[in-house]
C-alpha cells in the first residue's frame, strides 16, 4: 500500500465550526477513509454510496472481501434509501434505540448498487449517538459505510491512539473525540429471520429488545450462527491476544489461583511477567504482574475498558493471563461474549481450573 501522513486531529465541543469534522467530510466526499469515534467503538469510514470508497475500507483494513459493512446514517429519512422500511418493527426499534450502539439487518433496497453488503440481499444499518459520528454524516450528507477502525484481527480501538497504532500510513485523517463510552460493538439485530435473532449481543439487550418488540428475541449461539447463510461477519477469526487468556468466574478461588500460576510460571521462568484484568487483590502479590484493575459488579466499566485492557497486555507480551468474568445477564452477555471469543479456557470452578493445571503439568 502507498504509505500516507496520518493526522491526528482533536475536537471540541464546539463541534459544527469544528475545522476536523468539515476536513472530514470533504475526504469522505472525495473518496477517501477517515476514522472517527462512536458511542462504541472507532469506525473507519467511506461513502456507502461509492464502490470505490467502500473497496478502500478493505485494503486499508485487510478485510476479507466479503464481510459485509455497517451503513451509518444520522437522519432517519436516509433510510428510505438503502432499505426497504415496511416492517412496522423499525419504526418501534428507531423509536427505541436510535440514535445509539444498536445495528438492524434489514432487506436492502438495492442489492447490487450496494457495495457495503458484498452481494448479500440485506444490508446492515445504525444510527449512532455520537456527536462527532453524528456531525460528520450530517456534513457529509452521505450515508457512511464503517467498520471499526482496526487492523483485521486486531480488537476494536477505543481511543484515537489504538487506531494509530493500527492505520498510521495508511489513511489521511483520524478525528480524536476522546475515549469511546460503551467500548465494545453494537448490537446486531437481524429482522429479516423469522424470529428477530442477536447476531451479535451489544450495549442494547435482549431484555431491552423484548420489551420494545413485544416480541421473542433470540440470541444466536455459534451453532445458529453457522448454519446461517448469511451471518458473515461470525465466519472470521475474532480478535484474541497472542498470549492464553484465561477467564475465572466468580467461584474459582483465590487459593486455586495461587496455585494456579506458580504452575504456570513453573512452565516458564518464576519472574516471567503475565496480566490479570479484574477485581481480586491475590495478583497484587506478584510483582511480574501487570495488573488492570475493574471494580467488581461494574459490567459497564468492564465492557468500556476491556479492548483496551487487552491490547495493552498484548502489546506488553506477557506470558499468559487471567481476566474475572463478569456475571452473563443483560449487558454482561454481551462482555461475556467478548470475552469467550479473546479467551483460550473458561474457568468456573476451582475443580475446571485444577484438572487444567494437572494436563498442563502432565505434558
Ligand atoms: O459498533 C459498531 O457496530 C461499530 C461502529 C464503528 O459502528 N462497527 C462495527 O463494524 O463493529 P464491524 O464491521 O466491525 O462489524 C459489523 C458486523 C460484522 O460482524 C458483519 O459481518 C455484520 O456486522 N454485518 C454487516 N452487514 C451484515 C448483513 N447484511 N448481514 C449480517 N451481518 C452483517
Ligand atoms: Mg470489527
Request: include cysteine; charge should be neutral; aromatic fraction near 6%.
Amino acid at each position: 500500500m502507498l504509505e500516507v501522513k496520518t493526522k491526528i486531529i482533536k475536537v471540541s465541543q464546539d463541534l459544527i465550526n469544528e475545522p476536523a469534522i468539515s476536513e472530514a467530510a470533504m475526504l469522505l466526499r472525495a473518496g477517501q477513509v477517515v476514522a472517527f469515534p462512536t458511542e462504541t467503538v472507532y469506525g473507519l469510514g467511506a461513502d456507502a454510496t461509492s464502490k470505490d470508497a467502500v473497496e478502500l475500507i478493505y485494503k486499508v483494513k485487510n478485510r476479507p472481501a466479503d464481510n459485509p459493512l455497517i451503513v451509518h446514517i444520522e437522519d432517519i429519512n436516509q433510510l428510505k434509501s438503502i432499505s426497504v422500511c415496511e416492517d412496522p418493527r423499525i419504526r418501534l426499534l428507531s423509536v427505541g434505540f436510535w440514535p445509539g450502539p444498536l445495528t438492524l439487518i434489514l432487506p436492502a433496497k438495492d442489492p447490487l448498487k450496494n457495495a457495503a453488503s458484498r452481494g448479500l440481499d440485506t444490508v446492515a444499518v445504525r444510527m449512532p449517538s455520537h456527536p462527532v459520528a453524528r456531525a460528520l454524516i450530517r456534513l457529509s450528507e452521505l450515508p457512511v459505510a464503517a467498520p471499526s477502525a482496526n487492523l483485521s484481527g486486531r480488537p476494536s480501538p477505543t481511543t484515537a491512539e489504538h487506531v494509530f497504532e493500527d492505520l498510521k500510513g495508511r489513511i489521511p485523517l483520524i478525528i480524536d473525540g476522546g475515549e469511546c463510552q460503551i467500548g465494545i460493538e453494537s448490537t446486531v439485530l437481524d429482522l429479516t429471520t423469522p424470529k428477530p435473532l442477536i447476531l451479535r449481543p451489544g450495549r442494547v439487550t435482549k431484555e431491552e429488545l423484548e420489551h420494545v418488540l413485544d416480541q421473542e428475541v433470540l440470541l444466536a449461539n455459534n451453532d445458529t450462527l453457522r448454519s446461517l447463510p448469511r451471518s458473515p461477519g461470525t465466519r472470521y477469526r475474532h480478535y484474541s491476544p497472542s498470549s492464553p487468556v484465561f477467564v475465572v468466574g466468580q467461584n474459582v478461588s483465590d487459593t486455586i489461583l495461587n496455585k494456579s500460576i506458580r504452575s504456570l510460571l513453573n512452565h516458564s521462568h518464576q519472574n516471567t511477567k503475565f496480566g490479570y484484568i479484574g477485581w481480586r487483590t491475590v495478583f497484587s502479590n506478584y510483582s511480574n504482574c501487570v495488573v488492570k484493575e475493574i471494580d467488581k459488579d461494574r459490567t459497564d466499566e468492564f465492557g468500556r475498558l476491556i479492548y483496551r485492557y487487552l491490547r495493552e497486555l498484548d502489546d506488553k507480551s506477557v506470558a499468559f493471563m487471567f481476566v474475572d468474568a463478569v456475571p452473563s445477564k443483560e449487558f454482561g452477555v454481551s462482555v461475556m461474549d467478548r470475552l469467550r471469543r479473546a479467551s483460550t479456557h473458561i474457568f468456573q470452578s476451582d475443580l475446571e481450573l485444577n484438572s487444567f493445571i494437572l494436563s498442563q503439568n502432565k505434558e
